[in-house]
């Protein structure tokens, strides 16, 4: 749809926010590229980006119950607010960025915003004042869940497209209150890799590496996935394969070197935490609401 003989504009930033102002609102470059190939953007683009968008997305990129989105939407429980990440453009770094550069400022110029409302009311506030100052408390707790939700996974997320969408996504299933089939479906798999279901994935050793490496000397699919087969496994002079009598490397010593103490504080922190629940202030955007400024 591009108009010939133009130069295509940069790809848009692995990590989008859904904050109007900001350099990296979806809104924002979703509009300038409809735009630039002639097609009307409509009044409620920011509204169905954020609620409406995303379900669709899911559906786009599914076939034969294989759900792989390639954009995906981590928002407060009202969906007030939202980060939308790429991906192709995945590092281990890519939930830090989340938490410092997007998650962080925000919530830090809500809190302000709110204090400055808070100022300017005083103690005689009028119904409207207390009703904006209402609002934007239910704002800025929303945005301190999320930052404690991202803090809590981020030591622990480290993608690997060879797990397949749904398993990379699952230790996120906290972080997608806004769309309940879909955290459903994040949280069963997520269970099932607990349940040691999916040990064959690149997570599975990461997280719980004193379960899979054992595995690994019984399991040669297992060992290969792993690249431990030759620490485990030998091929004999008919040309089968099986298994050493004694490892080349102790499964201790494996295990020791695949094991990471911020993981496990990380795996600690996500098992343990309360259940999340839907916000129940079910917040809409407005007009006014849509007016605030990203940071």
Same mark, same amino acid.
């Given at each position: $749809? ?10 848009? &930033?692995?990590?989008?926010?859904? /904050? ?31 609620? *409406? ?13 294989? !759900?792989?989105? @390639? ?15 790429? @991906? ?12 410092? *550069? ?12 709110? #204090? ?7 103690? +005689? ?5 207390? !009703? ?29 497209? /060879?797990?397949?969408? @749904?398993?990379?996504?699952? &230790? ?32 599975? $050793?990461?997280? =719980?590496? #004193? ?17 431990? *087969? ?7 002079? /008919?040309?089968? =394969? ?21 993981? !496990? ?6 098992? /343990?935490? &309360?259940?999340?629940? +839907? ?17």
């Amino acid at each position: $749809m591009w108009p010939a003989g133009e130069e295509r504009p940069a790809p848009p &930033p692995g990590i989008l926010v859904e /904050d109007p102002g900001h350099p990296a609102d979806i809104t924002s470059h979703v509009a300038t590229g409809a735009e630039r190939v002639g097609v009307v953007v409509p009044e409620d683009l920011r509204r169905w980006l954020a609620r *409406e968008f995303f379900p669709l997305h899911i559906k786009m990129y599914s076939k034969s119950r294989r !759900k792989a989105p @390639i954009y995906w939407q981590v928002a407060t429980p009202s969906a007030s607010y939202s980060v939308w990440l790429y @991906i192709h453009a995945f590092t281990s770094d890519t939930m830090f960025r989340v938490q410092n *550069e997007y998650v962080v400022p925000k919530l830090r110029h809500e809190e302000r915003r709110l #204090e400055a409302l808070e100022q300017e009311a005083g103690e +005689r506030a009028t119904a409207a004042q207390r !009703k904006a100052i209402a609002e934007q408390e239910s704002f800025v707790s929303e945005l301190r869940g999320l930052l404690d939700e991202v803090k809590r996974v981020a030591p622990l997320w480290n993608p690997d497209l /060879d797990d397949g969408v @749904i398993i990379n996504f699952a &230790p996120l299933w906290r972080l997608v209150p806004h769309h309940r089939q879909w955290q459903k479906e994040l949280k069963a798999t997520w269970d099932a890799l607990c349940a040691g279901r999916y040990d064959w994935a690149h997570l599975a $050793m990461r997280v =719980w590496p #004193e379960r899979v490496v054992p595995k690994c000397a019984t399991d040669r699919s297992l060992a290969i996935a792993h690249e431990l *087969e030759d620490v485990f496994w030998v091929q004999g002079l /008919d040309g089968r =394969w099986v298994a050493r009598p004694v490892p080349t490397r102790s499964i201790s010593e494996i295990v020791a070197e695949r094991t990471s103490d911020a993981v !496990k504080a990380a795996l600690r922190s996500l098992v /343990d935490a &309360p259940t999340a629940t +839907r916000s129940r202030v079910g917040r809409r955007r407005t007009a006014a609401g849509a007016s605030r400024g990203g940071r």
